[in-house]
């Protein structure tokens, strides 16, 4: 069974531009989870989207976004890349409800020059 | 607000030298604890979910226990190959998302 995948691997943007990032749950999973990994910085939580709706955001500025489509996959936006946007970005998912195991992608790794 | 605090920062070992991790959390009202192991470069791959004090799961050379302050990870015997970052992270009741402390990066020496 597939994981979570993700894509790109890794993007190189200029600063001010936009970058997307996708990501694709394990089949079933109608949760999805974004997380930023700044270089030797902790798991930092962005975002959680289930069935469609965002159910929570953490303290990120507004010019990251996301949604969720239909069929539960996920794309996360990054507006006005700035240089400290640099990180590797990875998405999860989980079976609906708390409690459940949450399962990582490999990442993207973004990097803003 | 939820917190994660993992010790130490950073451990060495010699091949088949036995020792501790330690994750001391802070939570509302605790829905699991979660431990995952990362590889430079890699997504976190999960290893075990504890769902309350007393309970205990093994994996291999891997052994996590839980309190109601803390969680320690006991790693019997290691093997260079059990070289990584460990994680802990704490889901409470009000939210599903993962509140991770900032790991342990164990290297075991041959």
């Known amino acids: 069974e597939a994981g979570v995948t993700q894509s790109p691997t890794h993007l190189i943007k200029t600063r001010g531009q936009q970058a997307t990032l996708r990501c694709s749950p394990i089949s079933g999973h109608t949760s999805v989870y974004w997380y930023q990994q700044a270089l030797g910085l902790g798991l930092q939580f962005l975002l959680w989207y289930d069935e469609g709706e965002e159910r929570n955001r953490g303290n990120f500025p507004p010019r990251f976004s996301g949604r969720q489509f239909p069929n539960y996959s996920s794309e996360l936006n990054v507006n006005a890349l700035e240089l400290e946007d640099s990180a590797l970005y990875l998405c999860?998912?989980?079976?609906?409800?708390?409690?459940?195991?949450?399962?990582f992608g490999e990442g993207s790794w973004l990097t803003v020059v | 607000e939820d917190q994660v605090t993992q010790s130490p920062e950073a451990l060495r070992l010699q091949e088949g030298e036995s020792s501790s991790l330690n994750c001391s959390y802070t939570?509302?009202?605790?829905?699991?604890l979660f431990w995952y192991r990362q590889d430079p470069g890699k997504g976190p791959e999960f290893l075990f979910t504890l769902y309350s004090a007393g309970e205990e799961k093994e994996k291999e050379r891997l052994k996590a226990t839980l309190t109601k302050k803390e969680s320690f990870l006991h790693i019997t015997a290691p093997k260079p190959e059990d070289s990584a970052t460990y994680l802990c992270?704490?889901?409470?009741?009000?939210?599903?998302?993962?509140?991770f402390g900032t790991g342990t990066r164990l290297l075991v020496s041959p």
């Open positions: 992270a704490v889901q409470d009741t009000g939210f599903q998302k993962l509140v």
């Open positions: 939570v509302s009202g605790l829905r699991g």
């Open positions: 999860a998912s989980s079976l609906a409800g708390s409690g459940n195991t949450i399962y």
